[in-house]
C-alpha cells in the first residue's frame, strides 16, 4: 500500500474521501486517482497542512471525451451520454446546465464559485450560448434577469457574500416570476437562512436544493432548471468548495423530468404595434388594451403558488427513522454524518439520519414522522445554528432537539475548517447523546 | 387591435382665429355666432390636420404626468422613431423607475419594467439572447446617474448594442423633487434647499459626455425638448442613435433634457425657459460622439469614435 503525500491545498480535496469514497484526483491534469484505504488520521495539529496517509494508488479511468477537447459553442446535448468523465463539481454542473438548455450565464468571481464561473466561461463561448463576465453580481443577476425574460434559460451565481448582493434580483424575479438559476458555491453553511428566507423585498419564497455530492449535484442542476420553469420561479443551488472542487467520474444524463408550460409570457418584441404587446413587472399591471391583475392580486397568486410549491416539492433523504437518535444534517455535511452514523450503527447504537434535499420546502411533516419515537434529535450544520429553527418548527417535541454543529472556517475563511471531519462530527454526536462516557 | 383614435378636436378656445374677435360687442350677423365649436367631425375654420395627434404606438392618451412636463414630449418621439423605422414589432424596450414608468402600460411595445437602475443590464441580457431584436432603455437622471451609473457605463464599454434614452430633468421627480447626481449647481430641491452647493453636495455628473469618451461607443447625444427646433433635433438623435443600433456600430445614448416644473418648483410655463437657462446652460446641446456627415455639431469616429471636447 503506496502512501501518497497529501499537500495543503490539496487535502480539503482528500478529507471528503473517507465518506464518500469515490475515486478522486490531487492535481489536475496529472492526477492519479486515490482510493482511501481508511479513514483519515485525525491531524495532530488542528490544521492539518499535510500528512502521509495510505492509498491504492491508480491510473485516472479513460476520458475518451475531455472536456477541454469538446469546449466551445458546439457541444452537442447528450453527446456524452454513458460516458463516463472525470469532472470537478464545477465542470459537471455547467455542463449539466448546457445540457439542461441554459443559453446564459452571467457571473463574477470569487471563491469557490470562481470554478463554476471558469467553467461556464469555457464552454459558452458561441453565439447561441453565452457567458458573461459581468462587472459585478448585481449587474450579472439583472443580466440573467434580462436573459430569462426572453424565454431563455438563464443562470447566474456566486457565493454567499456575492448571493447577498443578489438578493433585489432573486426577489424581483420571484415578483415578476422569472425563471432563473441561481448557483451558490458557498463557503460554509452559514448562507441557511439567506438562502431560505432571503433578503428581498415582498412575499416570496425561493425552492433551495442542496446537493450532498456532485453526483447528486448534477441531477439537482437539471431539476432546478425544471422547477423554475415549471413554476416560474428562481431557484437556487446551494453547494460548497466541496461540491465546486472535488472532481469525480461521472455520467452525464439528460433525464426526462416531464411537460413544462409554454412560455407565451416570454418578450421577444414581435407583439409591438398590434395592440398585443407584452409587459414583464413585478406589478403585473398588463397593457391598458389588456389590463393585468394589478399588484394586490398579482402578489396574492404568487404568494398562493408558493404554498402550492411548499406542498408539492419537498425532498428529502431518511435513514433508519425513529432510531433513538436521528441526526439532521444538509448537503456535504451530511455525507460525513452518514459515515458516522454507519460506524456508530455497526457498533450497536441505535441512530438514524435524515437529510432535507429540498431546504426550502423543508420536509416538516417527513422530519416530524421520521423523529416520533426518537429520544434524541441533532442537528449538525456547519454555522452557529440556522436549520436547527426550521428543525424546531417541525418536530413535535422541542425538548429533544439538540444543536451540535458550530461556526468552522479555515485559516482563509473559505472553506470548512476542523469541525468538518469525521472524528469531530463522531465526537459531538456522542457528547450530545451522553453516550461519551459509556464507550 | 381594439386602439382608440383620440377624436380630431379642434385647437383649443383661446387659440381658436375667432375666438377673441367673437365678443358679444362685434357686429350682429345673419348667422348664428359659434362661440365654441365643440363639434369634433367639423374641424375649425382654416385648421388643417397635418399628422394624427397621437403616436400610432401610444395606446391610450391618458395619463398622469404633471402639467408642463417633458417626459410625455421625449417619449412621444421615442414612439415615432420606432414606428417610422419600422422596428415596433421586434423592439424591447426596459424602463427604469421615475414618472416615464407611467407609460410602460401605454407603449404598443414590449417592456421589460426592471430594478432601479438596472436596465442596461437586463438590456444586455435581452441583446445576447435575441440578436434580431432593436433593444433600449428609458432611464431617468436618478435611474441612470444616481442608481445605475456602474450599469450604463459599463454596458457602454461593453461596446452593448443597445440604446440607452436618458431622460434628464435634473430631479427626482417621481419622489417630489429631490437632488440627483445630476442636479445642477445652484439648483433648489427638496434635499438642496438653498440650492446645490459643490461645497455640500459636490457637482453633477455629465454622463454623456463621460460616455462619449468611451471605446466601444457608437454614437451619444444630447437634446432638449423645451423648444419646437430642440424637439425636432432631438428626434433626429434618436433616429440616428437606432439606425447605429441596426448598423451594429455598438452602444449608443441619446440624453434628452426634459421639463419638471413640479420638480424645479416654478410655474408650469416657466419650464421651458428654467430647462434652457439652467439644464442646458450646464449640459450643452449636440452630438457628442458618433456624429456622422448630417451632425449638427461635431463629427465623431463612428463607433469608439472620440469627440474632442473643444469641438462642441
Redesign the interface.
Known amino acids: 500500500m503506496p502512501a501518497v503525500l497529501i499537500e495543503s491545498s490539496d487535502l480539503f480535496r482528500c478529507r471528503i474521501e473517507p465518506v464518500a469514497r469515490h475515486s478522486f484526483i490531487l492535481s489536475k491534469g496529472s492526477a492519479y486517482a486515490l482510493q482511501c484505504e481508511a479513514p483519515f488520521p485525525p491531524r495532530p495539529d488542528g490544521r492539518g497542512i499535510h500528512g502521509e496517509i495510505p492509498m491504492t494508488v491508480t491510473q485516472p479511468p479513460p476520458t475518451p471525451d475531455a472536456p477541454s477537447a469538446s469546449a466551445g459553442a458546439g457541444i452537442s446535448v447528450g453527446s456524452d451520454q454513458g460516458t463516463s468523465l472525470l469532472l470537478s463539481g464545477s465542470e459537471a454542473v455547467a455542463r449539466a446546465s448546457i445540457d439542461a438548455g441554459c443559453r446564459f450565464f452571467a457571473g463574477y468571481p470569487m471563491s469557490p464559485f470562481t470554478n463554476l464561473l471558469e467553467s461556464f466561461s469555457k464552454l459558452m463561448r458561441g453565439p447561441e450560448r453565452v457567458c458573461v463576465a459581468a462587472e459585478s453580481e448585481i449587474e450579472g443577476a439583472n443580466m440573467a434577469i434580462g436573459a430569462a425574460a426572453t424565454g431563455a434559460r438563464a443562470a447566474t451565481g456566486s457565493c454567499g457574500q456575492g448571493l447577498a448582493l443578489m438578493q433585489e434580483a432573486i426577489a424581483e424575479s420571484a415578483l415578476n416570476e422569472t425563471p432563473l438559476v441561481f448557483f451558490n458555491m458557498a463557503r460554509s453553511q452559514q448562507d441557511y437562512f439567506q438562502a431560505t428566507r432571503g433578503g428581498g423585498w415582498g412575499d416570496y419564497r425561493t425552492i433551495a436544493l442542496a446537493p450532498k455530492d456532485v453526483h447528486e449535484a448534477i441531477e439537482h442542476t437539471h431539476l432546478l432548471f425544471h422547477l423554475a420553469d415549471l413554476y416560474r420561479v428562481p431557484t437556487l443551488f446551494y453547494g460548497d468548495h466541496f461540491i465546486a472542487h472535488t472532481e469525480v467520474g461521472v455520467t452525464p444524463h439528460v433525464p426526462d423530468l416531464g411537460p413544462l408550460p409554454p412560455k407565451d409570457w416570454a418578450l421577444d418584441g414581435r407583439a409591438g404595434g398590434s395592440g398585443r404587446s407584452k409587459l414583464h413587472w413585478t406589478w403585473n399591471m398588463g397593457k391598458v388594451l389588456d389590463p393585468g391583475p394589478g399588484p394586490d392580486a398579482h402578489w396574492r397568486a404568487v404568494a398562493a403558488k408558493f404554498d402550492e410549491i411548499r406542498r408539492l416539492e419537498r425532498r428529502w433523504e431518511v435513514d433508519h427513522p425513529n432510531a433513538d437518535v436521528m441526526v439532521v444534517s444538509f448537503g456535504t455535511a451530511a455525507g460525513f454524518v452518514e459515515h458516522v452514523a454507519r460506524e456508530l450503527r455497526a457498533e450497536g447504537l441505535s441512530i438514524g439520519t435524515f437529510r432535507p434535499i429540498t431546504l426550502w420546502p423543508f420536509p416538516e411533516e417527513a422530519l416530524a414522522e421520521a423523529t416520533e419515537d426518537s429520544r434524541h434529535v441533532l442537528v449538525f450544520e456547519v454555522n452557529a445554528g440556522q436549520m436547527v429553527d426550521d428543525v424546531r418548527l417541525s418536530v413535535g417535541d422541542r425538548s429533544k432537539i439538540r444543536s451540535i454543529g458550530g461556526i468552522s472556517a479555515d485559516e482563509s475563511g473559505l472553506r470548512y475548517g476542523a469541525l468538518l471531519d469525521v472524528p469531530a462530527v463522531r465526537a459531538r454526536i456522542l457528547a450530545a447523546t451522553g453516550l461519551e462516557a459509556a464507550r | ?3 382608440t383614435e383620440p377624436p380630431a378636436t379642434p385647437a383649443s378656445p383661446s387659440t381658436l382665429p375667432s375666438a377673441s374677435a367673437s365678443t358679444p360687442t362685434s357686429t350682429p350677423t345673419s348667422t348664428p355666432l359659434v362661440l365654441l365649436d365643440t363639434d369634433p367631425s367639423r374641424p375649425p375654420a382654416g385648421a388643417q390636420k397635418v399628422a394624427s395627434a397621437s403616436p ?2 401610444l ?2 392618451t ?1 395619463h398622469h404626468f404633471c402639467s408642463g412636463c417633458g417626459e410625455p414630449v421625449a417619449l412621444r418621439l421615442l414612439l415615432e422613431v ?2 417610422e423605422l419600422g422596428v ?5 424596450g ?1 424602463v427604469g423607475h421615475g414618472c416615464y414608468g407611467g407609460f ?12 432601479h437602475g ?1 436596465a442596461p ?11 434580431e ?2 433593444v433600449f432603455t428609458i432611464q431617468g437622471d436618478g435611474d441612470m446617474i444616481n442608481e445605475g451609473l ?2 450604463v457605463l ?1 454596458t457602454a464599454a461593453r461596446g452593448e448594442n443597445v440604446t440607452c434614452v436618458l431622460l434628464n430633468n435634473g430631479v427626482f421627480g417621481d419622489t417630489g423633487g429631490h437632488m440627483t447626481a445630476a442636479t445642477v449647481v445652484g439648483q433648489r430641491t427638496k434635499t438642496s434647499l438653498e440650492g446645490r452647493d459643490p461645497a455640500i453636495h459636490g457637482y453633477p455628473i455629465a454622463v454623456a459626455d463621460m460616455i462619449a469618451g468611451l471605446s466601444g461607443v457608437g454614437y451619444v447625444a444630447r437634446g432638449a425638448v423645451h423648444s419646437g427646433p430642440g424637439i425636432t433635433t432631438t428626434k433626429r438623435m434618436l433616429r440616428r442613435a437606432f439606425e447605429r443600433q441596426l448598423a451594429g456600430a455598438g452602444f449608443s445614448l441619446v440624453e434628452i433634457l426634459t421639463m419638471c416644473p413640479t420638480g424645479w418648483f416654478v410655474p408650469a410655463a416657466q419650464g421651458g425657459t428654467y430647462s434652457e437657462q439652467q439644464l442646458a446652460g450646464a449640459y450643452p446641446l449636440g452630438e457628442l460622439a458618433g456624429g456622422g456627415p448630417a451632425g449638427q455639431a461635431t463629427a465623431g469616429g463612428g463607433a469608439g469614435g472620440r469627440v474632442d471636447a473643444a469641438a462642441r
Not at chain 2, 121 to 131: H, K
Open positions: 387591435m381594439t386602439r400610432r404606438l395606446q391610450s391618458e420606432l414606428d415596433a414589432d421586434r423592439a424591447i426596459v410602460v402600460t401605454t407603449m404598443d411595445v414590449d417592456i421589460l419594467q426592471c430594478l438596472r443590464s437586463c438590456a444586455t441580457g435581452i441583446r445576447r439572447m435575441r440578436p431584436a432593436v456602474q450599469e459599463h
